[in-house]
């Protein structure tokens, strides 16, 4: 069984920064596809990056695109997101989420990220 605790949201200005953070525990995942999603108040969750096994090789939805960076650290078993230009409409509670190979079947509580205008 895998455990994802997110932490790092806030409230932060326009054009502010924040750096979340997913403590993964009860296994590695190091041999998991991990990802970043949101879902914004009466709106359906949505991807917003992945990042594979390796660290080799990551995705972003056009939003997080230039803005978002995700990586991870196998060693501390920790999944980040660190997000830049932050923007209004980047307001959402924040979800990890581990793909073990057959699907983002693992998720965390989620971390509140709310930006001011």
């Known amino acids: 069984q895998v455990q994802l605790a997110e932490s790092g949201g806030g409230l932060v200005q326009a054009g502010g920064s924040l750096r979340l953070s997913c403590a993964a525990s009860?296994?590695?995942?190091?041999?998991?596809?991990m990802g970043w999603f949101r879902q914004a108040p009466g709106k359906e969750r949505e991807f917003v990056a992945g990042?594979?096994?390796?660290?080799?090789?990551?995705s972003y939805s056009d939003s997080g695109k230039g803005r978002f960076t995700i990586s991870r650290d196998s060693a501390k078993n920790t999944l980040y997101l660190q997000m830049n230009s932050l923007r209004p409409e980047d307001t959402a509670v924040y979800y990890c989420?581990?793909?073990?190979?057959?699907?983002?079947?693992?998720w965390g509580q989620g971390t509140q990220v709310t930006v001011s205008s």
């Open positions: 989420a581990a793909d073990p190979r057959w699907g983002y079947v693992y």
């Open positions: 990042i594979s096994w390796s660290g080799g090789s990551t």
């Open positions: 009860g296994r590695t995942l190091s041999t998991y596809t």
